[in-house]
């Protein structure tokens, strides 16, 4: 018995830390243990941490690009040429004679923060966006839906290229626009998920403690819509990354000599029968990401479901 | 008479990552034509798996038959291929499941899902179908045939939806009937109608009828033979009125104790005190159908008292308007007109805001124990919400106020952490009790709290209440479709019908003198 009440005010002090909000609900919060659970859960699961361990390992490459890079992103070395991978160059260089590891790096440090950020938007608008629409319901609802769907209706191409007439060129505006976009169908994943979810009886027993709307929608109607949420977040962030490629490609992105991946690529594609490692080595690194990306939002997943087994 | 149906022991087990689960263990049974067997246990004592296990449905792995025999017409069902056994499910033995509300495809109309095997299975054409169709929905007591083969399923009710059900088992004349907790999820007098039923076509067709329950009292009128069931064995068997007048093992006896019989021990007349916790006027509360815009009146101008320390009981069919009217009485449905008066105060036109403080003395306990829990929450974050919003503790006051409530329902200390569905039925609506009373409410509005439970649950669960009502001074509104259930419970009752009140007084004179004849009807259809 004692060992128990122990137990318990150890995963209090644990985590009481990593929130420092004050108000009732909040300072009651450190003793949810569904989050400590999930990780719990997640640490046994070998693919999902490789999964962890690989985007851990390509960020932090990403990072610290200018100190380890063996040569600058836009050193140039026309009598080389396009050569194929060498001691001097691991992964060859283009027809320019550049280095492809240097570039594949540079390139990272654009996709990874593109699908971060934009992703990041995304998810903080369209979970909230959609939250508040299936729960409140009614007209409220059909007003924030009828945005979307305006939204939604407005050719994208024409929505960016506006956006950087007005504002102009700029990395930080390409993340926000792709991010404005794709928070739509997050929007109407959650939606769904929480009309369907407001009706369990728990919803209405939270109603009656006397949980305000705002509560209920955090404690009660999120975690419960997390699954979905996570897997289409997982799908959203090599989306991203290729729409800031097609943008790239067509103008509107990232510049060269500057690069990121989806650039890299279809370069690479171009090139294709003479200088086939200007394309398998970007490849291969954008569908590892992808790979560990997946492995991890399924093991989250999991571990965020707590009907799953528990041994 | 010969035997139509001999299992001789039957023995599946499940093999689970947490060890071997003995689900059936060593059965043996026999139906004969014309007769009703009735296989009785809690949940989780097997009667259901015994059955599936023989008709191959069984999901495997896990699951696994381990020895046994099953003898139907002359051949062995254990031994018999997956395609020999579809063909005896579709013709030869038949099952009516316990949810009439989700096995029947919402996209096709009731005619076009009767027909269907009529028209694969035996090769009939399109007229002939639906002439079998129209004989048999008339066999299942449903009065206009015609119209009924043309309507959608969500047009029905729960018991016409099981007549559907029991004339879809018939359609290939089946010798072998298997009734799954048939009348489980319906009221007691439509539960009365589909018993009728069934004991009325197993006689005029001359069939074996295999009934599972998990209350005695249901199968009372209706089965020949009885089994009952515990953790897999067979811990009794024998003939009805045996079983029900002199029954031998332990566990048969718990169970026939566990129907709801006998009133309160201590029914002191409340009625005469001056200030009542709840006074309800007048209350209208009203629904817009969802086609038609009309506006029904679900509650339909009713008013009542509650004193302080009163169980006030709630009885009626669903539909009836009951449900709506404890959850106006909260303000979960908002009211159209009337006043709701507690402890002095009007509450009926307080804002979500304004009535947030009031919340915090005034609780429900719902019906379902798998909806209304958050899966996502353990026992501990469920429990310790209330207290912590309504600022009632804090840090190790939090830790101590929890593990006494779990105390308090009789849930064991170290459960703290866990999750709902870690729990049975009969734990989930104890936690659900235990969320209700954490805030020290004076009222608690409890619908239908044990409608979803076995019967020896729910003795455990009407016990409880009873215990908390007298420790905490609750004064309790308790909704249920069960007269018997009511009287075990409440001083006072209220008699609902089509949103209005049809009679109400003294819970013993109303059970033994019944003045209105929806009330008689309620009574005489009590298993």
Same mark, same amino acid.
């Given at each position: ?311 | ?381 469920? %429990? ?5 919003? =309504? $600022? +009632? &503790?804090?840090?190790?006051? *939090?830790?101590?106020? @929890? ?70 001074? %609750? ?5 249920? =479709? $069960? +007269? &018997?259930?009511?009287?075990? *419970?409440?001083?006072? @009752? ?34």
């Amino acid at each position: 018995m004692s060992e128990m009440l122990n137990s318990t005010s150890e995963a209090q002090g644990s985590t009481s830390s990593q929130s420092g909000r004050v108000d009732s609900i909040n300072e009651y919060e450190k003793g949810t243990s569904l989050w400590s659970d999930a990780w719990l859960r997640l640490k046994k699961n070998p693919l999902a941490l490789t999964g962890l361990g690989f985007l851990v390992f390509i960020a932090l490459a990403c990072l610290c690009t200018p100190w380890i890079a063996p040569y600058g992103y836009e050193e140039q070395n026309l009598l080389l040429g396009a050569s194929p991978p060498s001691p001097q160059h691991w992964l060859g260089t283009d027809t320019f004679g550049r280095d492809l590891l240097t570039r594949i790096l540079y390139g990272g440090r654009v996709s990874l923060m593109v699908g971060l950020i934009a992703t990041s938007v995304a998810l903080l608008i369209g979970v909230t966006w959609g939250a508040i629409a299936g729960f409140v319901g009614g007209k409220v609802d059909a007003v924030m839906m009828r945005l979307v769907d305006i939204i939604y209706a407005l050719p994208f191409m024409i929505f960016i290229v506006l956006l950087m007439v007005v504002f102009g060129r700029n990395l930080w505006l390409l993340f926000f626009a792709i991010g404005a976009v794709e928070w739509l169908t997050m929007a109407r994943i959650v939606r769904g998920q929480v009309q369907s979810l407001k009706e369990q009886e728990f919803v209405e027993a939270a109603i009656s403690i006397g949980l305000s709307k705002w509560a209920i929608i955090r404690r009660h109607l999120i975690p419960n819509a997390l699954g979905p949420v996570i897997v289409y977040t997982t799908l959203t962030i090599p989306s991203v990354m290729l729409l800031e490629a097609f943008l790239s490609f067509l103008g509107l992105g990232i510049q060269p000599p500057q690069s990121s991946w989806g650039l890299l690529i279809s370069y690479g594609v171009e090139s294709m029968e003479e200088y086939p490692w200007l394309l398998i080595y970007p490849g291969l690194t954008l569908t590892l990401t992808l790979f560990a990306l997946n492995f991890l939002g399924d093991g989250l997943r999991d571990a965020l479901d707590v009907r799953a087994s528990k041994d | 008479m010969t035997a139509l149906l001999e299992v001789k022991n039957l023995t599946t087990y499940f093999h689970t990552r947490n060890g071997v689960v003995k689900a059936v263990d060593d059965v043996s049974f026999t139906v004969k034509s014309g007769e009703t067997l009735a296989i009785v246990g809690e949940s989780g004592s097997g009667k259901s798996v015994s059955c599936y296990s023989m008709l191959g449905l069984i999901p495997s792995p896990p699951g696994r038959i381990e020895a046994g025999e099953a003898w139907f017409d002359g051949r062995d069902l254990l031994k018999a291929s997956q395609a020999e056994l579809r063909q005896i499910r579709g013709s030869k033995i038949a099952m009516i499941f316990q949810d009439p509300m989700t096995s029947l495809n919402p996209y096709l109309t009731v005619g076009e899902q009767l027909i269907e095997p009529l028209i694969f299975h035996h090769k009939l054409s399109r007229a002939e179908a639906a002439e079998k169709a129209r004989s048999l929905l008339q066999e299942v007591g449903i009065r206009d045939p015609e119209k009924t083969y043309h309507a959608w399923p969500h047009e029905f009710s729960g018991g016409m939806r099981q007549r559907v059900m029991i004339a879809m088992a018939l359609i290939a004349e089946p010798k072998l009937l298997i009734a799954d907790e048939p009348t489980t999820a319906l009221d007691v007098t439509i539960q009365k109608q589909i018993l009728e039923l069934v004991k009325e076509i197993q006689q005029h067709r001359d069939i074996g009828v295999i009934f599972i329950s998990h209350d005695l009292a249901v199968v009372k009128d209706l089965a020949d033979q009885v089994v009952v069931m515990k953790t897999g064995r067979v811990v009794e068997r024998g003939d009805a009125p045996s079983i029900f007048n002199c029954p031998d093992h332990d566990y048969t006896k718990k169970l026939l104790a566990a129907i709801p019989a006998g009133s309160k021990a201590s029914a002191h007349d409340t009625a005469q005190m001056s200030h009542p916790l709840l006074s309800v006027n007048n209350l209208v509360t009203t629904f817009a159908d969802r086609h038609s815009g009309d506006r029904f009146k679900a509650v339909d101008d009713i008013s009542f008292e509650l004193q302080r320390g009163e169980i006030l009981g709630l009885v009626g069919e669903s539909g009836s308007g009951k449900s709506t009217l404890g959850r106006s009485v909260l303000k979960l449905a908002q009211s159209d007109s009337g006043s709701i008066v507690f402890d002095g105060e009007e509450i009926q036109d307080l804002t979500a805001k304004a009535m947030r403080p009031y919340r915090r003395r005034m609780q429900m306990i719902f019906q379902d124990p798998y909806a209304s829990l958050n899966p996502r929450m353990t026992i501990y974050d469920t %429990l310790a919400e209330p207290l912590v919003l =309504h $600022d +009632l &503790a804090k840090g190790p006051q *939090l830790n101590k106020a @929890v593990l006494e409530l779990m105390d308090d329902v009789g849930l064991a200390r170290a459960y703290v952490r866990k999750y709902p569905h870690e729990f049975s039925g009969g734990q989930r609506q104890r936690i659900a009790i235990g969320r209700a009373i954490a805030t020290k409410p004076e009222l608690v509005i409890a619908d239908e709290p044990v409608s979803a439970l076995d019967v020896t649950i729910q003795k455990q669960i009407l016990e409880l209440i009873l215990h908390l009502v007298d420790k905490h001074h %609750l004064s309790m509104l308790f909704i249920s =479709h $069960d +007269l &018997a259930v009511v009287r075990v *419970l409440c001083d006072r @009752v209220m008699v609902m019908k089509q949103g209005r009140v049809v009679e109400s007084g003294l819970m013993e004179s109303v059970w033994s003198s019944p003045q209105h004849d929806y009330t008689e009807a309620l009574l005489k259809a009590a298993p």
